[in-house]
């Protein structure tokens, strides 16, 4: 039976908190239901320059590929879009963040606990993010630790049309203290909170948050939108007044000390598709010949040949 997509009556229904034991919770149940279809994976690490990549092999990719495929089908036999988050898989559902967003099980999870923060009633993802995203996911980076992300447009990765922003707990890996990028952006120089990584020979923009647990979650919000907007700046998209779409493809990450923006040329190379984890040093290959082509490639070049140099 599908959740009710009508509005919440409060702010906030989540109570502070209890975010992640609602996670563990349903990521327990989803799995004993089947609903939950988790992407087993092997691990190897490989270090370029001051970021230690982890490089995922996809050992069973068929299930998401099927469920893809049958979407497909739908649409183009119906003529209509399929929304896989109107409605909602009731199985997969967290809780109500508020009254804008909801928050998900991701369905096809590689890593353990993965969120989606989607929003209540249909917005493309290609639309900006806005205010209403911010609050919501700083409301979500205040309870977890991790990365969150965004996949803008399907060159950049992303794979349903309604706009949803992810997240995933920190470290990376399990029982590891792994971050790969937290030495690189420990050696930027920020000028007016925004900077580059010298590792990236290529066109992105790195912006410190310097949000305090003082701030309040409208402060919060607030400073991440004006972050957000200074770094499609800083990295040429220019936004028309009035305007909510997007001007081109881009990834975004974020955490509750920084953000980036890395704009997108194209959706993969060499048949290695890449999304915004790719930019966050976790990468994903089908199987050992891939792994082998990207080690021959290096990590960084595979990145700078899916950006803009």
Same mark, same amino acid.
Request: with cysteine; charged share 20%; hydrophobic share 40%.
């Given at each position: 039976?599908?959740?009710?997509?009508?509005?919440?009556?409060?702010?906030?229904?989540?109570?502070?908190?209890?975010?992640?034991?609602?996670?563990?919770?349903?990521?327990?149940?989803?799995?004993?239901?089947?609903?939950?279809?988790?992407? =087993?994976? =092997?691990?190897?690490?490989?270090?370029?320059?001051?970021?230690?990549?982890?490089?995922?092999?996809?050992?069973?990719?068929?299930?998401?590929?099927?469920?893809?495929?049958?979407?497909?089908?739908?649409?183009?036999?119906?003529?209509?879009?399929?929304?896989?988050?109107?409605?909602?898989?009731?199985?997969?559902?967290?809780?109500?963040?508020?009254?804008?967003?909801?928050?998900?099980?991701?369905?096809?999870?590689?890593?353990?606990?993965?969120?989606?923060?989607?929003t209540r009633d249909f917005e493309s993802q290609t639309d900006l993010l806005n205010l209403q995203d911010f609050t919501a996911?700083?409301?979500?980076?205040?309870?977890?630790?991790?990365?969150?992300?965004?996949?803008?447009?399907?060159?950049?990765?992303?794979?349903?049309?309604?706009?949803?922003?992810?997240?995933?707990?920190?470290?990376?890996?399990?029982?590891?203290?792994?971050?790969?990028?937290? =030495?690189?952006?420990?050696?930027?120089?920020?000028?007016?909170?925004?900077?580059?990584?010298?590792?990236?020979?290529?066109?992105?923009?790195?912006?410190? *948050?310097?949000?305090? $647990?003082?701030?309040?979650?409208?402060?919060?919000?607030?400073?991440?939108?004006?972050?957000?907007?200074? *770094?499609?700046?800083?990295?040429?998209?220019?936004?028309?007044?009035?305007?909510?779409?997007?001007?081109?493809?881009?990834?975004?990450?974020?955490?509750?000390?920084?953000?980036?923006?890395?704009?997108?040329?194209?959706?993969?190379?060499?048949?290695?598709?890449? $999304?915004?984890?790719?930019?966050?040093?976790?990468?994903?290959?089908?199987?050992?010949?891939?792994?082998?082509?990207?080690?021959?490639?290096?990590?960084?070049?595979? *990145?700078? =040949?899916?950006?803009?140099?």
């Amino acid at each position: 039976m599908e959740k009710s997509v009508n509005q919440p009556t409060a702010r906030f229904l989540l109570q502070p908190g209890t975010l992640w034991s609602k996670t563990t919770e349903q990521t327990k149940l989803a799995r004993q239901c089947g609903a939950l279809k988790s992407i =087993e994976t =092997e691990y190897h690490l490989i270090q370029q320059q001051d970021i230690s990549f982890v490089v995922r092999t996809l050992s069973n990719l068929a299930r998401k590929e099927q469920a893809s495929k049958k979407q497909h089908q739908q649409e183009h036999q119906t003529g209509q879009r399929i929304d896989p988050f109107l409605p909602y898989e009731s199985d997969l559902f967290v809780g109500d963040l508020s009254p804008s967003h909801l928050c998900l099980l991701n369905k096809f999870n590689v890593v353990n606990n993965h969120l989606l923060i989607v929003t209540r009633d249909f917005e493309s993802q290609t639309d900006l993010l806005n205010l209403q995203d911010f609050t919501a996911l700083w409301y979500c980076l205040q309870e977890i630790d991790g990365l969150a992300f965004f996949n803008g447009g399907k060159t950049a990765g992303a794979s349903q049309s309604h706009k949803h922003l992810q997240l995933i707990p920190l470290p990376f890996l399990p029982n590891v203290m792994h971050r790969p990028l937290e =030495e690189a952006i420990a050696n930027i120089t920020f000028k007016n909170s925004l900077g580059k990584l010298d590792s990236f020979d290529f066109c992105h923009g790195v912006a410190a *948050l310097n949000i305090s $647990n003082q701030h309040s979650a409208e402060v919060a919000a607030e400073t991440m939108l004006q972050r957000y907007h200074a *770094l499609l700046d800083y990295v040429g998209f220019k936004i028309a007044s009035q305007t909510q779409k997007q001007p081109g493809a881009y990834n975004f990450l974020a955490t509750r000390e920084w953000m980036m923006i890395v704009p997108r040329s194209r959706e993969s190379f060499q048949n290695i598709p890449i $999304n915004s984890l790719g930019f966050a040093g976790s990468l994903f290959v089908r199987d050992q010949s891939s792994l082998q082509l990207l080690k021959e490639l290096t990590p960084l070049k595979l *990145l700078t =040949e899916v950006a803009f140099i």
